[in-house]
Structures are given as structure tokens and as C-alpha cells.
């Protein structure tokens, strides 16, 4: 595992997972009371394989992946849908912040307008999920789909 401090990994964890539970706990209930609307949770499309060098931080969008699927089942009878966007490598300040730590802050990144128009659409069209980004970076997700 690469040396970084115990704090920066917590906060990665509170960050991607704690808040990402403690948001939906919040926003769920009203929204599955009103009986319909949308929620996306912006995942990884390298959730599904291990983070090698970065192991924190492509863990807990893993779990925001498996979170978000997991909670689209459950919803699935409420008029709730849960999309995940699952974008590659973005152009966003998160590799100047990783410090080097992933490969693929040396390549193109894709355009984060793109990148969220794409999750908008998914969204709006009740997708369970949807991997964003350029073909050069995408690939196939390994996980069983939910429904629609």
C-alpha cells in the first residue's frame, strides 16, 4: 500500500462513503414518501477492479457502486429510480489533489460537461447506470444489472 498519511485516507472515507450514506439516509425517505424522483451517485468506472496504488480511494467508490445498485434494488417497487455514474478520468483539480498517485492524471481526460450531461441523461432516462467518458476509457462493468 502506498505511504500515505491514516487522517488522508479517513477523510477519503468520510468523503465517498459516510457522506454518501448520510446524504441518501436524509434524502431518501422524502423522496420515496412523495413516491417518485431520482437520485445519482457518482461512482467510478474503475469501481469494479482494485485500485492499485490508490487502494482508499477506488474502495469506497466500490462501495458507493455496490451502495447505489444495492439501493436501486431495494426502491425498485417506489417510483424511485438511482442511476450511478461511473466516469473515467475526468479533467478536474482530483489529480492535482492525488499528487501523482494514478496513471491516469498523465493521459487525456474527458470533459466534465460531457461527463455530467451524460449522467443527467442516464438519469433522467432511469438508467441504473451509466459509464461516462471517452471510448478509450470505458469499458464493460462486470456486475449484475439491475432492472431497467
Known amino acids: 500500500m502506498r505511504e500515505t498519511a491514516l487522517d488522508a485516507d479517513l477523510s477519503v472515507i468520510d468523503l465517498n462513503i459516510k457522506s454518501t450514506v448520510h446524504l441518501a439516509k436524509l434524502v431518501l425517505k422524502d423522496v420515496v414518501d412523495r413516491g417518485r ?6 461512482s467510478l468506472s474503475a469501481a469494479t477492479t482494485p485500485g492499485t496504488f490508490n487502494p482508499v480511494y477506488n474502495a469506497s467508490k466500490a462501495f458507493v457502486q455496490s451502495f447505489a ?6 426502491l425498485k417497487d417506489t417510483g424511485v429510480t438511482i442511476t ?7 479533467e478536474t483539480n482530483f489529480f492535482t489533489r492525488a ?29 441504473d447506470h451509466v459509464v461516462a467518458g471517452s471510448f478509450k476509457i470505458r469499458y464493460r462493468p462486470q456486475w449484475p444489472r439491475a432492472a431497467g
Not at 37 to 42: C, E, I, K, N, P
Not at 69 to 74: F, L
Not at 84 to 90: H, R
Open 37 to 42: 424522483g431520482r437520485a445519482l451517485f457518482t
Open 69 to 74: 445498485q444495492a439501493v436501486r434494488n431495494e
Open 84 to 90: 450511478a455514474l461511473m466516469p473515467g478520468a475526468t
Open 99 to 127: 499528487d501523482g498517485g494514478y496513471r491516469a492524471g498523465m493521459s487525456d481526460k474527458d470533459d466534465p460537461a460531457e461527463v455530467a450531461k451524460t449522467g443527467f441523461e442516464a438519469l433522467m432516462a432511469g438508467k
